[in-house]
């Protein structure tokens, strides 16, 4: 289970799978997460990252809705956290946001890939996360709001900074400035999604189905995608082309490509060591 956590579950899709979900588990306040999330959330993420039997991790929410946004407690006391120094208020809370912050970012930098399955609400905090996935998909019931502004907030943990890349700049601008609701259908529309499944069923069955797809392939390809267009994602064509040619000195001639070629010419199916 990978230790026991306050806002999150840790459950293995069946005893032989490398698909691991890890599950905001707050369902009493539709997921609404507390200031604990900011530290459980990156710690379970390094706990599966370094699990050699986690190939996947699938990222959802408990009961009605995958998020909230963040617990307006919380809010209230980071608020509430300050002296008659606004020098020292100020440093204090750009920690407390860099912390928060870097518990998503926790998403980017697991190894793993991490693929959203989205229903019922997504508002605030949930898009900060979703927009750090790797792979987005979604319940025809969900629905998604950049809700910082009507908080009287300017989105400081991801959003503002990972949606535009996702959805272009010009649609990015327009879902944080009017906070609007905007549907399943039209996160797929705008690329924010890559699929709508009919049901909270389907989504659970289909995502499932794609995680272990994803999983059965060779470990050091699959993580290596990742890195490469993470990494890129910032990069020139040519700094990017020349990063992956980096990389793939080091990790292509590997026993996994040895399988994979194996596998083709025996007409059988590869087995890859864990990583």
């Known amino acids: 289970m990978e230790g026991k956590y306050e806002t999150l579950k840790i459950l293995q899709e069946s005893p032989t799978s490398g698909v691991f979900n890890l599950i905001l588990n707050r369902p009493f306040v539709s997921n609404a997460l507390s200031l604990d999330f900011f530290s459980e959330f990156p710690k379970a993420l390094d706990a599966l990252d370094r699990n050699p039997n986690v190939a996947i991790i699938v990222l959802s929410g408990a009961g009605n809705h995958f998020c909230g946004g963040l617990d307006l407690r919380s809010v209230a006391s980071i608020a509430n956290n300050s002296s008659g120094d606004h020098g020292r208020t100020g440093e204090r809370l750009r920690r407390q946001l860099k912390f928060m912050q870097d518990a998503i970012t926790a998403i980017e930098r697991c190894r793993k890939p991490v693929i959203a399955a989205i229903h019922g609400e997504c508002r605030g905090l949930g898009v900060d996360m979703v927009t750090a996935c790797d792979i987005r998909y979604c319940s025809k019931d969900a629905f998604f709001s950049v809700k910082e502004v009507d908080m009287g907030i300017t989105a400081d943990l991801g959003t503002l900074q990972r949606l535009p890349g996702i959805v272009g700049f010009g649609n990015a601008v327009e879902l944080s400035l009017t906070a609007r609701r905007f549907s399943g259908e039209e996160a797929k529309e705008l690329g924010l999604v890559s699929r709508v499944f009919g049901s909270r069923e389907e989504l659970k069955e289909g995502v499932g189905a794609i995680a272990e797809g994803i999983g059965e392939k060779p470990p ?12 890129s994602r910032d990069l020139t064509v040519e700094q990017g082309l020349d990063y992956v040619a980096t990389w793939n000195s080091s990790m292509l001639l590997s026993d996994d ?19």
């Open 220 to 231: 050091l390809a699959v993580v290596g995608t990742k890195a490469v267009l993470i990494r």
């Open 257 to 275: 490509l040895t399988q994979t070629i194996s596998a083709y010419k025996h007409k059988r199916k590869p087995t890859y060591a864990k990583l």
